[in-house]
């Protein structure tokens, strides 16, 4: 079913590698609901991925951004501007990736090099992003940014590694941001707290299935899909919620304010 929520909206969303990836689903529904955007990612997964195959189904263009680079990512908004038309409405960060997780180096002896890189690809990425568009005013009033969490921030998941201390600074960043950007611009500014789903990114992370099947067990309505994110995300870039800004919205099923379930006891 489509509304028409982002008919006139122009937007970029970065971090589609594949079709499981949040952000392919993100942009399927966002060209649903009549946007118009262009796609993000680094260049290696440029290479590695089939975005361009997406590209093409919904007729826009792919422009090569490393979300680490300020150089790269002021090409990326002046390119998206000049081939959209305008200033942009809504930005989906959709980016993360941790080289002592994909190592499998136990958080106790992290390498701090690469913890380093985690950060900057996984949290400083969206100041990044944040800052250029706030110093070139890319980004048209009532904006919506919106970066995808999850709750390791909060809550301790062994495997998570360094990727929680990521997702601290980025759910961070979004308020801190938040202020500043609202008040220049009434930019609003969120980060949605995904359930795990199964995307390259969340597969390499070790025992995924095991926490999977134990959020899905744990939450009354089960874990939320990616395609159900998609359709929360579509809210959050539309006008109908205009007034949410700052949040960490967790986007699980209810799993992160149930104790225990009956699923889980049996
Ligand atoms: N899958 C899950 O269980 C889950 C749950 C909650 C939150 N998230 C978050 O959702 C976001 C998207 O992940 P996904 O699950 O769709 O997996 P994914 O692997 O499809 O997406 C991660 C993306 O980050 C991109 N990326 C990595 N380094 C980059 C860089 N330097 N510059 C630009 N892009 C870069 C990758 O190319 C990839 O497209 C991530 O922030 C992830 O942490 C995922």
Redo the contacts with the bound molecule.
């Keep these: 079913m489509n509304y028409n929520l982002l008919k006139g909206k122009r937007g970029i969303i970065?971090?589609?590698?594949?079709e499981?990836?949040?952000?392919?689903k993100i942009a399927k529904r966002a060209h649903d609901e009549g946007a118009i955007f262009t796609l993000?990612?680094?260049p290696?997964?440029l290479r590695?991925?089939s975005l361009q195959k997406l590209a093409s189904t919904i007729n826009t263009e792919v422009i090569p951004?490393?979300?680490?680079s300020v150089v790269e990512i002021e090409e990326l908004y002046k390119k998206s501007i000049e081939l959209l038309g305008g200033k942009i409405d809504f930005i989906l960060?959709?980016?993360?990736?941790s080289p002592n997780v994909r190592k499998q180096i136990p958080y106790t002896e992290m390498n701090y090099d690469f913890f380093q890189k985690t950060l900057d690809?996984?949290g400083s990425?969206l100041h990044k992003m944040l800052s250029v568009a706030y110093k070139m005013d890319a980004i048209n009033e009532w904006g919506s940014v919106v970066?995808?969490?999850?709750i390791a921030a909060q809550r301790v998941f062994p495997f998570y590694g360094d990727?929680a201390d990521a997702?601290a600074l980025?759910e961070s960043i979004t308020r801190s941001f938040g202020y500043h950007y609202g008040k220049f611009r009434k930019v609003r500014i969120n980060t949605i707290?995904?359930?795990?789903?199964?995307?390259?990114?969340?597969?390499?992370?070790k025992g995924?299935d095991d926490f999977y099947k134990y959020s899905d067990q744990i939450a009354p309505l089960g874990n939320a899909s990616?395609d159900s994110c998609a359709d929360y995300c579509i809210t959050l870039f539309s006008d109908l919620t205009k007034m949410v800004t700052m949040q960490n919205l967790y986007h699980d099923g209810g799993y992160s304010t149930t104790g225990v379930s009956t699923d889980l006891i049996k």
């Design positions: 970065t971090g589609a590698l594949d499981r990836s949040l952000a392919w993000s990612n680094a290696v997964a590695m991925g951004a490393d979300a680490t960060h959709s980016i993360g990736m690809i996984s990425s970066s995808l969490s999850y990727m997702k980025l707290s995904q359930s795990a789903t199964p995307t390259t990114a969340g597969t390499g992370i995924f990616a």
